[in-house]
């Protein structure tokens, strides 16, 4: 199992861009780059996906070297409401992740 | 997008009571589902991964007896608590991932079932 590294917290301000970077150094040929995101009391709530490259939807892009040992999550303009924790998850498909630490963002006003 | 739901959201019960959750996939058909458990500001806890028609994997230090689990159908797993104790008060989460089979799956989570034992 991939295992994951990002910061622990980040503050940022409303109408910034926000980039959060996630370390994977044994990912597998086969693993996705996940991102989720976790309101308190919630549970997470899928951002995007990737396997390399590039990919945007329409809350966030994320960002894959060709050596796919790491991506950044990029949030552009957040708002408060971004405020949450932010998890980067290694895997393939119906097998089971492991959750790091997560980055809790804080954004202020 | 794939939507999970959980019931019920939050349960207050007496030590030595069972409690029963249950994950639902609503609009798509689940191969495997899995539990977490979330104690306040930690990450999420894999508990135990469940496919359809089998018996579910549990992760080490994860007590079977204790934390039943059972996936009959694509779009339905249960969590038993069995005889509640006030250590087992926490936040659970399911997941749910597709049937394509293919890497692409993701796995889609419920809102969460906060569980207060008395």
């Known amino acids: 199992l991939a295992k994951t590294t990002q910061p622990i917290s980040m503050d940022s301000y409303e109408g910034q861009e926000v980039n959060i970077t996630c370390s994977h150094n044994?990912?597998?040929?086969?693993?996705?780059i996940t991102w989720y995101q976790q309101f308190p009391s919630q549970g997470p709530r899928f951002i995007i996906q990737?396997?390399?490259t590039k990919v945007t939807n329409e809350v966030a892009s994320l960002f894959i070297p060709a050596d796919r040992k790491s991506s950044t999550l990029s949030l552009p303009r957040v708002s408060l409401s971004d405020t949450a924790v932010y998890y980067c998850l290694v895997g393939e498909g119906t097998y089971k992740y492991i959750f790091g630490t997560g980055t809790r963002l804080k954004v202020l006003a | 997008g794939a939507v999970v739901s959980q019931h019920p959201s939050r349960v207050i019960c007496k030590s030595g009571t069972s409690v029963k959750i249950e994950c639902r996939s609503l609009?798509?058909?689940?191969?495997?589902m899995f539990w977490y458990r979330q104690f306040p500001k930690k990450s999420l806890m894999l508990m135990a991964t469940?496919?359809?028609?089998?018996?579910?994997?549990?992760e080490q230090g994860v007590e079977k007896d204790k934390f039943l689990i059972n996936h009959a159908s694509l779009t339905l797993s249960t969590l038993t608590v069995t005889s509640a104790h006030p250590e087992d008060s926490s936040f659970y989460i399911c997941?749910?991932?597709?049937?394509?089979?293919?890497?692409?799956?993701?796995?889609?989570f419920g809102p969460g079932t906060r569980l207060t034992v008395l």
């Open positions: 469940s496919n359809e028609g089998s018996k579910a994997t549990y």
């Open positions: 044994n990912i597998a040929t086969n693993d996705y």
């Open positions: 990737g396997y390399k």
């Open positions: 997941s749910a991932a597709g049937t394509s089979g293919r890497s692409t799956d993701t796995q889609y």
């Open positions: 609009d798509f058909q689940a191969t495997t």
